[in-house]
């Protein structure tokens, strides 16, 4: 069995203000540190792959059906977040994730409708 490793660190304010975590921020990316992928950890750890983009000679359905999955994993993401209230950021990444979803959905395209 394969072990999953972790190498990222997670800064919760628990005293202070949003500038504290400003700072800490640009002392951390200075460092080298990197926004994550964003996957969920336990998406990590039930080994739940995330999908690598189609090769630019794939069909435009499969360019679009890997886009819409982005967003979908960013939807699934945020919305703890969301639901919690605990961070507007939540909020925010998920309304672009729904505009940017129902905006790749051509609506009267027949390949994407229901019925095939």
């Not at 999908?51 to 360019?63: D, I, M, Q, V």
């Not at 605990?86 to 229901?114: G, I, M, N, Q």
Request: some cysteine; charged content about 35%.
């Amino acid at each position: 069995m394969r072990r999953a490793v972790f190498t990222e660190l997670e800064v919760e304010l628990e005293d202070g203000d949003d500038g504290d975590l400003d700072r800490i921020e640009k002392i951390l990316r200075k460092a080298g540190a990197r926004r994550g992928a964003g996957t969920p950890k336990l998406f990590r750890v039930i080994g739940v792959a995330e999908e690598s983009a189609p090769k630019p000679e794939a069909p435009l359905a499969e360019h679009v059906q890997h886009y819409l999955e982005r967003q979908l994993v960013e939807l699934e993401a945020r919305d703890p977040g969301v639901r919690l209230g605990t961070d507007p950021d939540d909020v925010h990444r998920f309304r672009v994730a729904t505009r940017r979803t129902r905006a790749a959905r051509p609506h009267d395209a027949p390949h994407c409708s229901a019925t095939g």
